[in-house]
């Protein structure tokens, strides 16, 4: 299959008056039509950084970025319209990404008016269909966001989002400043427009235990670089970087049998260092438990230890080579 | 365990705003031994922090008002006394961690003003000033932040989330208080950043066998942190019990759908927990106030309020399902 996205030694700097932020420093991926690659990272990795050039928000500094194959890697105000229109995204707040002087009914037309969808007719009809894929009522046209809770106000954004019928969408942490009976509902509502629509999700998260049950493949990143990629079960079967090891075991769980899952426990230490000035080599290596010598001097490269399974490490290069 | 510290009995809460009252706490109840670490799960907007500003008599007042019940510390009623009285245990006898350090913080005055001041006030007697600069610097070292005097000449913003977090858990344990109220304290902080942090404190309370209430909305975080667990609904306490029982048997309805609710290490998908959403407090349901989301529901649950009583042991909850 033809990959929907592909990401290829992307990088995102930032001048600053105190230097240069790295927040994205040669990244590469891709993803299938109909695939959730979740993307994970604690603050500062780099994540969302990636997820907003994608989408057009900043420009990258070098590299590219191909949808269908072709070259997006500009600013969104010289994407064309139709590509716009076939990539969305959905924030974090639903409580500031929603335009609070608008009702739920312009919000969710506004989209449909910008690329001259339909007549004001059908526009009202997809509305209140939109409305009932996300099961809100449909009287929710006439109400503001500030009337609605917070899952349902997510449910708007989702529904935003698709109208106009999207091939890809960018999640940035749609769930996470929501309860959990909350986010089951919306994560599963998010698995079913993705079987019925074959969209493909950029699913940008610090959740891993959320990933476990949506993503299909998991990267993790650390200050702007990915360390591992895999296909979700094997990458938590077997993960392989001690930095995924240690996340993993920081995760708290709810029963044994999760315990059991987790690696053998490794004492997280230390804080992520400031993207202005990484550390050279492995930028892990300040915290890592396993490092020696040459992962404070070399970038490791990447390693294939499975299928589809990357490992950017140089404790499992050196056996490659012996 | 020993004695009991504190015994919130039958807690009601009120707040008044424009469209009428909001009846936010419901009779709560919630009892913590000397040494013992009480964990309050619940979702955002169910009374677990109104809860504990009763405790402090730090409840903004109005709105707020407190109608019924009483916090019993050490036997002795916190809200009767004197608000005197009241200022010499809040701070001394019992402190606090909020979850936005950033904003429990000064960002005008150095960690050292800000530290030291806690410590002057809190100690029972009046201290030279080089004593408490001594004590300020251990309580840095004693949550393990690396160069104390660099720190105390700093500004909030100058450090990091976790380290700021950790200067909050400092100030609330220099004075050595009988009980922490840690309210979602790791909360903002990452997993790895979490895990360091939750540690950290587990290592103090029991060092000085201090009791703590751990708020927090994460039963994973619960499980890690806590040995007695209550679950909070809509303002009432619906579940309580020694956590490993509570874990293996939830048995509320409410606590049992947030348990499916929590993604899973181990996978399979993501179960519906808790369909609908939180009570409007100014109109909440009779009876049980869980009953219109409850799958078990009967007629009775809607009349009256179930009480919180003891199933097997001391795991109390309180559900008509297992009150015949």
């Not at chain 1, 994560?187 to 299909?216: C, G, P, W």
């Not at chain 2, 700021?164 to 902080?189: F, G, H, K, Y």
Request: with cysteine; aromatic share 6%; hydrophobic share 40%.
């Amino acid at each position: 299959m033809e990959p929907i996205l592909e990401i290829k030694q992307l990088k995102k700097y930032f001048v600053t008056s105190r230097g240069t932020v790295r927040a994205v420093d040669v990244i590469s991926f891709d993803l299938l039509p109909g695939e959730t690659l979740g993307l994970v990272g604690e603050s500062g990795s780099g994540k969302s950084t990636t997820a907003y050039t994608v989408i057009g928000i900043y420009a990258p500094t070098s590299g590219k970025i191909l949808f269908r194959g072709r070259d997006i890697s500009v600013p969104v105000a010289k994407r064309p319209k139709s590509l716009k229109r076939a990539i969305q995204i959905v924030f974090q707040d639903p409580g500031t990404s929603l335009n609070p002087r608008r009702t739920i009914g312009q919000i969710l037309e506004l989209p449909l008016k910008v690329h001259r969808i339909g007549t004001r007719e059908e526009r009202r009809r997809r509305v209140a269909e939109l409305l009932r894929m996300v099961e809100l009522p449909e009287d929710y046209i006439y109400k503001a966001p500030h009337m609605l809770g917070g899952g349902e106000r997510q449910m708007v954004a989702i529904a935003r989002a698709l109208a106009t019928e999207p091939e890809l969408v960018i999640l940035d942490e749609p769930t996470s400043a929501l309860d959990v009976s909350i986010q089951a509902k919306i994560i599963n509502m998010l698995i079913q427009f993705q079987k019925e629509m074959n969209l493909a999700y950029l699913f940008i998260t610090h959740d891993l235990s959320l990933m476990r049950n949506v993503a299909h493949r998991v990267a993790i990143m650390y200050l702007g670089k990915i360390c591992e990629l895999a296909p979700a079960v094997e990458f938590f079967e077997r993960p392989y970087h001690p930095y995924t090891k240690m996340l993993l075991s920081s995760i708290p769980v709810v029963s044994e049998e999760e315990e059991k899952v987790k690696p053998e426990k490794i004492v997280s230490k230390g804080e992520i260092p400031s993207p202005v000035n990484p550390p050279p080599g492995c930028r892990f290596h300040t915290r890592c438990m396993e490092r020696n010598g040459i992962c404070s001097e070399a970038v490791p490269e990447v390693v294939e230890v499975g299928e589809g399974h990357l490992v950017w490490c140089h404790l499992y290069g050196k056996k490659e080579e012996r | 365990m020993g004695d009991v510290l504190l015994d919130i009995r039958d807690l009601y809460v009120e707040f008044k705003v424009y469209e009428g009252k909001l009846k936010v706490l419901n009779g709560v109840f919630l009892s913590v031994r000397e040494g013992q670490r009480v964990g309050l799960v619940g979702e955002a907007g169910c009374g677990k922090t109104t809860t504990m500003k009763c405790v402090l008599r730090i409840l903004p007042s109005p709105p707020g008002r407190i109608t019924e019940g009483e916090i019993l510390f050490r036997g002795e009623d916190i809200l009767q006394m004197p608000p005197r009285k009241v200022q010499l245990i809040r701070g001394r006898r019992i402190s606090m961690i909020f979850q936005d350090p950033t904003a429990a913080l000064n960002p005008v005055f150095t960690i050292g003003d800000q530290l030291m001041t806690v410590i002057r006030y809190g100690s029972r007697n009046s201290l030279p000033k080089k004593e408490i600069r001594q004590r300020a610097i251990k309580a840095l070292q004693e949550v393990q932040l690396p160069d104390p005097e660099r720190i105390l000449a700093s500004y909030p913003i100058q450090l990091s989330g976790g380290m700021r977090q950790r200067v909050c858990i400092a100030m609330a344990l220099s004075t050595e208080p009988e009980l922490l109220i840690a309210d979602e304290p790791t909360t903002n902080l990452d997993v790895t950043i979490q895990d360091q942090v939750l540690r950290l404190l587990n290592a103090l309370v029991e060092r000085r066998n201090t009791s703590v209430i751990f708020i927090t909305h994460s039963l994973g975080v619960v499980r890690e942190m806590a040995d007695w667990v209550y679950v909070m609904y809509a303002g009432n306490i619906i579940e309580g019990g020694p956590k490993e029982e509570l874990f293996r048997e939830p048995l509320h309805p409410y606590t049992r759908g947030l348990m499916r609710a929590v993604p899973k290490l181990t996978g399979g998908g993501i179960a519906e927990g808790v369909p609908g959403r939180i009570p409007d407090y100014l109109d909440p349901p009779s009876g049980c106030r869980f009953h219109p989301r409850c799958e078990h529901a009967m007629p009775r649950c809607s009349q009256e309020k179930p009480p919180f009583l003891p199933v097997t042991g001391e795991h109390r909850v309180a559900c008509f399902l297992y009150q015949g």
